[in-house]
């Protein structure tokens, strides 16, 4: 018996979280209250708190889960077997566009990042240097294949991040777009440069 509520359980705070997204897409995390999500859901309010403590942790889960699926994204392709390079400029290119389709074209999900940054820092430090181990680990891999040279592994995938941080963080994403600067290839040209052999 326990099983299935504990699936119940899962199932109900997996659907709190939908509608939550989707409310903070439509009207904006600011203006979205428990009482707007329990009243989709056709629950009480004091039922979407046996799930969640509070507003803001509801708000926590939503930008994990956000988060996951660039992380989930960024280890499917460290794990996939083939060359380094094509791989490595796949990495790059698909958490900036997993960021921009997430977070740029929407503002309301842009509002939701800027409070995730504010108030839930351990959660984008957390996703930070998951990404930043993906790098580390992609970069790892192409020392060994004799692509990517690399003295320092961990300030290598820190250095590889941090350039291309106004490709990946999505509120430079957004204030960058219309700003002259090289483009997301000539980044990434320049990040491989720096790790190429050096004969």
Known sequence: MALISEHIEGDTRDRILEVAERLFRQIGYQKTTVGDIAKE???SPA????????????????????????ELEAQRIVARPGPVLPRFRELLTTIHRMNTERYVGDNKL??????????????????????????GQMIG???????????DLQLASMCACTAMMRFFHPQMIAQCATKPGP?????????????????
């Open 47 to 70: 039922n979407v708190y046996r799930f969640f403590e509070s507003k803001k942790a509801i708000h926590q889960s939503v930008a994990r889960g956000l988060m996951g699926e660039v």
């Open 183 to 199: 483009t997301i290839d000539q980044m990434i040209d320049f990040v491989i440069a720096g790790l190429s052999p050096h004969h």
């Open 41 to 43: 859901l056709r629950m």
């Open 141 to 151: 891999q192409g020392v060994a294949s004799g692509e990517f040279e690399a003295g």
């Open 110 to 135: 842009h509002e939701m990042v800027e409070i995730a940054m504010q108030e839930d820092w351990e959660v984008c430090v957390a996703h930070m240097e998951l990404i930043t181990t993906a790098i």
